[in-house]
Each structure stands twice: as C-alpha cells, then as structure tokens.
Nanobody
Framework: QVQLVESGGGLVQIGGSLRLSCSASGRTFNSSPMAWFRQVSGKEREFIASINWNGGRTNYADFVKERFTISRDNAKNAVFLQMISLKPEDTAVYYC???????????????????WGQGTQVTVSS
C-alpha cells in the first residue's frame, strides 16, 4: 500500500519558519515528480511547488516564490518544503503529492499527481 505521510506542520508566528516533510512508503518515487499543494477550508486545493525526479527542475506558485523552497531526498524517498517569512494567508492544510509515472518535468496541476498524503495543518498567527 502506497502512503505519503506529511509532518512538520503546526502553529507559527507571523514571519516565522517551518519545514514540512513528506515520507513515502510502499513504492519508490525516485523517477517521478513530487509536489506540495495546500487547501483552505471551503476553497479549492492550490499548487505551491513541484520538483522533478532529480531535483533539477522546480516550479513555484507566484505567491510563494522567494519564501518557500522544495527539495527531495531520493535515498529517503522523501520531499520537503522549507517555508520562511510566513504570513497569515499561508494558513492551510498542506498536502504532498507524487506522480505515478516517471517524467523529467515538474508538473503543476492537481491531475498530474496520483498519490496524496493526508495533509498537515499549518497555522500562522500573531
């Protein structure tokens, strides 16, 4: 059974930092892109960042550029999201996702990803 498990979420003050981790089990994703999305209750899930199989290509949503960094460790079958300068509007449930097929790109669409984690809550408050 394939599982993606996120960790590292929590409550942080405005301007603070968090590092989210996503650990995969049940299969390896060393040749597949992985990504982070987030969702606020009542709103659609939105793309944050994606990374291709070897980390050579990344894509970011405009609202997180310069603040968030996606990375991966294929030896650990894991993907990470380093977040700095957090704002109240970053409050959401954060999900990691993995593609089911090997490709060199870093897609940005929800439909590009087959496997999803259960999410971790990030709350940014003063």
């Amino acid at each position: 059974q394939v599982q993606l498990v996120e960790s590292g979420g929590g409550l942080v003050q405005i301007g603070g930092s968090l590092r989210l981790s996503c650990s995969a089990s049940g299969r390896t994703f060393n040749s597949s892109p992985m990504a982070w999305f987030r969702q606020v209750s009542g709103k659609e899930r939105e793309f944050i960042a994606s990374i291709n199989w070897n980390g050579g290509r990344t894509n970011y949503a405009d609202f997180v550029k310069e603040r968030f960094t996606i990375s991966r460790d294929n030896a650990k079958n894991a993907v990470f999201l380093q977040m700095i300068s957090l704002k109240p509007e970053d409050t959401a449930v954060y999900y990691c996702a993995a593609s089911s097929r090997p490709e060199a790109s870093a897609p940005v669409g929800i439909s590009d990803y087959w496997y999803w984690g259960q999410g971790t809550q990030v709350t940014v408050s003063s």
